[in-house]
């Protein structure tokens, strides 16, 4: 099992930029899927971004694109999401999941939070 560990988010201006991490705590991200995801308040869950860990294939929420991309570091076993230009509307509590498949990721991080002011 891997226990992702986020980390990064903040208070920031519209307009700026955060770059959050995705750490395995405990075992490793090759071979998986690493995706974030991001829930606002009173709003259900929605994808952001994922990445194949030993390819590097990517892929992105349509509200996301241009702005947001996510990378890997196998040296640290880590995934970073890097967001720019930053807006109100992406204010939510970021979550990083893991698992053997995009449809299948079983394992995930508590969250942190990114606040956009405007």
């Known amino acids: 099992q891997v226990q992702p560990v986020e980390s990064g988010g903040g208070l920031v201006q519209a307009g700026g930029s955060l770059r959050l991490s995705c750490a395995a705590s405990?075992?490793?991200?090759?071979?998986?899927?690493v995706g974030w995801f991001r829930q606002a308040p009173g709003k259900e869950r929605e994808f952001v971004a994922r990445v194949t860990f030993s390819s590097s294939m990517t892929y992105y929420a349509d509200s996301v694109k241009g702005r947001f991309t996510i990378s890997r570091d196998n040296a640290r076993n880590t995934v970073y999401l890097q967001m720019v230009n930053l807006k109100p509307e992406d204010t939510a509590v970021y979550y990083c999941?893991?698992?053997?498949?995009?449809?299948?990721?079983?394992?995930w991080g508590h969250g942190t939070q990114v606040t956009v002011s405007s």
């Open positions: 999941a893991a698992g053997p498949s995009p449809s299948n990721l079983n394992f």
């Open positions: 405990r075992g490793t991200f090759s071979a998986y899927v």
